[in-house]
């Protein structure tokens, strides 16, 4: 067949409509040469199935940057860069923080002193294990600074800021110590204004040293132990629960963490054991599980909750209550009261909350982004000043801040950019609007709740019913017994 023929053939197929569809070579990589980039390219492809399949190993999370999503926050400077100390190597440049880098030299020459720390073997320590932790940091991290001035800047920064938080702790909280702290602190330059700044900076993303380095600081003293309950004691301060919300977990004392930042997050996600429900809140499960179980159930396919805001959860008949840890994971929903843990909001809640979302938007931190939905679900919960005013009036949240307003604000814009965990809150989620959709079931809620406070009266509601049924049966047998007489 000519050339001719073959073209005129396709013609013809084209204006008959034919499907013509590209034609694989089989045997394509038989006559292709591939070179050396190319076939690691292919090996590349064979790697990730194999990772996929046998499960990526856990890795610890690299101290790195703020994640991109959040870089352009318009307060981003406000709520994520260092104000007053640098610590590692992210900021260790920045000129505006080149005032306070005496102050952390005297901190760490106080600490070195008061523990009788040998400097030269600590230098010696850390410079040996300098691979180890610079691994703890993005590459770029510390790529401009040779290993003799990163294993100095460590020693510095490590003693230093070990040395405030065993400083700021015993003032903030040892009356006898207290006087002392307090002139230690303005004998180093602190100011009263700075101290503020400096909790939040020791808690940013990027300013961060890793644990592992305060371990070895720590264990060059006689003190350690000493030392670990002053980290905890400042991580404690610094969460700001209402109370003795939190209480010292010996397991999490004795864990690895990555950094301050990670510890924190660890305290703030502490897992809830079960808890005993009250008498009332027995009775009120009771009732509503065995008489209105039908209205209740809602198939999980068919959910959707549409309640804005606590100012609609009081009109639905929801009742608030404080939970019993500040927890984020210790959110319940039962007997038509939702219990959320207390929290304090001050100037810091924004940097702290946000810091720990970036944190687990880190793309090598594999966690539950537990803090971001505990954000996300506040936000779902407070729109306007009404909203605080109810947490507030339910001992849930104390507002350091300023006006409800400026609260109602700050949980509005930090939300902004975050991905929650739709599994989190969702069973708590569900009960809330199967409450709100079963007008009969809130009417229940709201009086049970209005007429039990107590456990006594509930006991007495109990004795009520029983006499009252007891009086009716009575009623019955004895109009029945006369009747059968009168038959007879």
């Given at each position: 067949?000519?050339?001719?023929?073959?073209?005129?053939?396709?013609?013809?197929?084209?204006?008959?409509?034919?499907?013509w569809r590209v034609v694989i070579d089989q045997h394509a990589e038989c006559r292709h040469r591939f070179t050396i980039e190319e076939e690691k390219q292919f090996k590349s492809l064979q790697d990730a199935l194999k990772e996929a399949k046998e499960g990526q190993p856990v890795l610890k999370p690299k101290i790195q940057k703020v994640p991109f999503m959040l870089?352009?926050?318009?307060?981003?400077?406000?709520?994520?860069?260092?104000?007053?100390?640098s610590v590692g190597p992210y900021h260790h440049k920045d000129t505006n923080l080149k005032l306070t880098e005496p102050i952390k030299l005297k901190l760490a020459a106080f600490f070195i002193q008061e523990n009788k720390v040998n400097e030269k073997n600590l230098y010696a320590n850390i410079k040996a294990q300098i691979e180890i932790l610079k691994d703890c940091y993005d590459d770029k991290a510390t790529k401009d600074y040779e290993d003799r001035k990163l294993a100095w800047m460590f020693l510095v920064d490590g003693c230093a800021i070990l040395q405030y938080m065993d400083t700021s702790v015993a003032a903030a909280t040892d009356e006898h110590d207290q006087g002392n702290a307090g002139k230690k602190l303005k004998e180093l330059g602190i100011k009263t204004h700075h101290v503020a700044f400096v909790h939040q900076d020791l808690f940013l993303l990027d300013n961060q040293l890793p644990y592992q380095l305060l371990q070895l600081i720590m264990k060059s003293t006689t003190v350690e132990k000493k030392l670990l309950e002053s980290i905890h004691r400042f991580i404690f301060n610094h969460i700001k629960a209402p109370g003795e919300m939190y209480k010292n977990n010996d397991k999490l004392l004795q864990e690895n963490h990555v950094h301050l930042l990670d510890l924190l997050r660890k305290t703030l996600v502490q897992p809830?054991?079960?808890?005993?429900?009250?008498?009332?809140?027995?009775?009120?499960?009771?009732?509503?599980?065995?008489l209105f179980a039908k209205l209740k159930r809602k198939k999980k396919d068919e959910y959707w909750h549409s309640f804005r805001n606590i100012e609609e959860l009081k009109a639905a008949g929801v009742d608030l209550e404080p939970s019993e840890t500040s927890s984020v994971r210790d959110v319940t929903f039962s007997g038509g009261t939702l219990k959320l843990p207390p929290i304090v909001v001050d100037d810091s809640t924004a940097t702290k909350f946000l810091n720990l979302a970036a944190y687990e938007m880190c793309p090598d931190f594999q966690n539950e982004f537990e803090v971001s939905s505990y954000i996300f679900f506040l936000d779902s919960l407070i729109d306007r000043a009404q909203d605080v005013k109810e947490l507030r009036e339910n001992k849930i949240l104390h507002n350091a801040l300023g006006s409800d307003e400026e609260v109602a604000k700050l949980f509005n814009e930090i939300s902004i950019d975050l991905v929650?965990?739709?599994?989190?809150?969702?069973?708590?989620?569900?009960?809330?609007?199967?409450?709100?959709?079963?007008?009969c079931l809130a009417w229940l809620y709201q009086f049970l709740h209005d007429h039990f406070q107590s456990p006594w009266s509930a006991i007495a509601f109990i004795g009520a019913v029983l006499a009252l049924a007891s009086s009716i049966i009575q009623t019955v047998y004895t109009v029945g017994g006369y009747y059968n007489e009168k038959k007879c």
């Open positions: 067949m000519s050339m001719e023929d073959s073209r005129e053939r396709r013609r013809e197929g084209n204006d008959a409509g034919t499907d870089q352009d926050n318009t307060n981003f400077n406000k709520y994520f860069k260092p104000r007053v100390v809830v054991g079960n808890k005993k429900a009250g008498l009332r809140e027995k009775l009120m499960n009771f009732v509503t599980v065995n929650p965990n739709e599994e989190i809150y969702y069973k708590v989620k569900r009960n809330i609007q199967n409450h709100c959709n079963n007008k």
